[in-house]
């Protein structure tokens, strides 16, 4: 590995804005970087995916990706500031380094005899409402004939993520008449009666075991501050642990909605987003390599942990998946969003070292 390299390229793919859907720019830059390196001539699907092939012999291939966007706006300042072992800035390590790590890969594993194929992969849509759109075009794309899905995040080395968290996203909308503040005060107001309903469902008490969570996420609606709201409406996020978890807590939300309908106002919800859940089982050679390359690696805390992440849409079908960091870092999905940079050789090392791992 070429530490400074890795480095550079890291800051370039940061520098491009790419929230979810806008992720072209970016794409287009990886797309010439890997052609760049005179082997094989990258594809890209229609949905914008980048798809890198290095050719191995008869083992079924190991499918590496990293997903292209990140949560900021497109006009978000993306500043960075660099010491001696440190690197700050929105997106840096969420996704921007395994984005940069891909081409490290396609440097390193190019003089490589590979016992089978290895696809470097640049996927859209993982963040927000993307849904997971381009890792389900990949899993469609490679299907069930795979050794492993191995999914790249800047950040938590030491950390494989083996269980993918079930995740629901709903907008909850009302509908009524509006008016002026004090002429038509006895009106019902949008605003408000969907207040009331978050009051109610932040009231939901939520298990501890399985976890589950319950989040709004984003509120919008009303015209002005004298006016009665005529329509408004927020995101709600609902997560578990298990599927049956998260269909009890479904319910019960369906149940308050149901119970604020009324004649004079209108309450409406629509799914806007769902991520399946799944999970590889403890005993699962991939978990046991991913562990072994960890320790080869030198890393001594390692954590077995449950996610949101593209690992959902392999593990949700039975298909060998795990979401492994590739160095420490902190303030994921916030402008102070940082990496440690002497952890990145360990997570380089560990990575290499379960590719060779899982092929055997």
Same mark, same amino acid.
């Given at each position: 590995?070429?530490?400074?390299?890795?480095?550079?390229?890291?800051?370039? %793919?940061?520098?491009?804005?790419?929230?979810?859907?806008?992720?072209?720019?970016?794409?287009?830059?990886?797309?010439?970087?890997?052609?760049?390196?005179?082997?094989?001539? +990258?594809?890209?699907?229609?949905?914008? =995916?980048?798809?890198?092939?290095?050719?191995?012999?008869?083992?079924? +291939?190991? %499918?590496?990706?990293?997903?292209?966007?990140?949560?900021?706006?497109?006009?978000?300042?993306?500043?960075?500031?660099? &010491?001696?072992?440190?690197?700050?800035?929105?997106?840096?390590?969420?996704?921007?380094?395994?984005?940069?790590?891909?081409?490290?890969?396609?440097?390193?594993?190019?003089?490589?005899?590979? +016992?089978?194929?290895?696809?470097?992969?640049?996927?859209?849509?993982?963040?927000?409402?993307? =849904?997971?759109?381009?890792?389900?075009?990949?899993?469609?794309?490679?299907?069930?004939?795979?050794?492993?899905?191995?999914?790249?995040?800047?950040?938590?080395?030491?950390?494989?993520?083996?269980?993918?968290?079930?995740?629901?996203?709903?907008?909850?909308?009302?509908?009524?008449?509006?008016?002026?503040?004090? %002429?038509?005060?006895?009106?019902?107001?949008?605003?408000?009666?969907?207040?009331?309903?978050?009051?109610?469902?932040?009231?939901?008490?939520?298990?501890?075991?399985?976890?589950?969570?319950?989040? *709004?996420?984003?509120?919008?609606?009303?015209?002005?501050?004298?006016?009665?709201?005529?329509?408004?409406?927020?995101?709600?996020?609902?997560?578990?642990?298990?599927?049956?978890?998260?269909?009890?807590?479904?319910?019960?939300?369906?149940?308050?909605?149901?119970?604020?309908?009324?004649?004079? %106002?209108?309450?409406? &919800?629509?799914?806007?987003?769902?991520?399946?859940?799944?999970?590889?089982?403890?005993?699962?050679?991939?978990?046991?390599?991913?562990?072994?390359?960890?320790?080869?690696?030198?890393? &001594?805390?390692?954590?077995?942990?449950?996610?949101?992440?593209?690992?959902?849409?392999?593990?949700?079908?039975?298909?060998?998946? *795990?979401?492994?960091?590739? &160095?420490?870092?902190?303030?994921?999905?916030?402008?102070?969003?940082?990496?440690?940079?002497?952890?990145?050789?360990?997570?380089?090392?560990?990575?290499?070292?379960? *590719?060779?791992?899982?092929?055997?």
């Amino acid at each position: 590995m070429n530490l400074e390299r890795l480095i550079e390229r890291t800051i370039a %793919i940061q520098s491009i804005p790419a929230p979810t859907f806008s992720e072209g720019a970016r794409a287009a830059w990886i797309h010439k970087e890997f052609c760049k390196l005179d082997l094989t001539p +990258p594809e890209q699907d229609p949905i914008g =995916n980048i798809y890198f092939h290095l050719p191995g012999g008869e083992k079924p +291939p190991i %499918i590496i990706t990293a997903h292209l966007d990140t949560v900021f706006p497109m006009e978000t300042s993306l500043d960075v500031q660099r &010491t001696s072992d440190m690197i700050r800035g929105p997106g840096i390590g969420d996704n921007s380094l395994s984005l940069g790590m891909l081409l490290e890969l396609a440097d390193e594993l190019s003089g490589i005899d590979l +016992p089978g194929d290895v696809w470097l992969v640049a996927n859209v849509g993982e963040e927000g409402l993307g =849904n997971l759109i381009g890792m389900r075009q990949v899993v469609s794309k490679f299907g069930d004939q795979v050794t492993a899905y191995i999914i790249l995040e800047g950040m938590s080395l030491g950390h494989i993520y083996h269980k993918g968290l079930s995740v629901r996203r709903f907008r909850v909308s009302a509908e009524g008449p509006g008016g002026h503040s004090w %002429i038509h005060n006895a009106r019902p107001s949008a605003i408000h009666t969907l207040i009331r309903i978050s009051e109610a469902l932040l009231n939901i008490e939520l298990p501890t075991f399985p976890k589950s969570t319950l989040n *709004i996420g984003l509120f919008h609606g009303g015209t002005t501050i004298n006016s009665i709201a005529s329509q408004a409406h927020f995101d709600l996020d609902l997560r578990s642990e298990t599927e049956q978890a998260l269909d009890t807590l479904t319910c019960r939300v369906t149940d308050i909605l149901t119970s604020y309908e009324r004649k004079e %106002i209108r309450v409406k &919800t629509q799914g806007i987003g769902e991520r399946p859940g799944g999970e590889l089982p403890i005993d699962h050679p991939l978990l046991g390599a991913a562990k072994q390359a960890l320790e080869m690696a030198g890393e &001594t805390n390692i954590l077995l942990e449950v996610g949101s992440t593209d690992a959902n849409v392999p593990l949700s079908i039975g298909l060998p998946a *795990i979401c492994i960091g590739l &160095t420490h870092g902190g303030g994921a999905h916030s402008m102070d969003e940082y990496i440690e940079i002497p952890p990145i050789a360990r997570g380089y090392q560990s990575l290499i070292h379960l *590719i060779h791992l899982a092929f055997q």
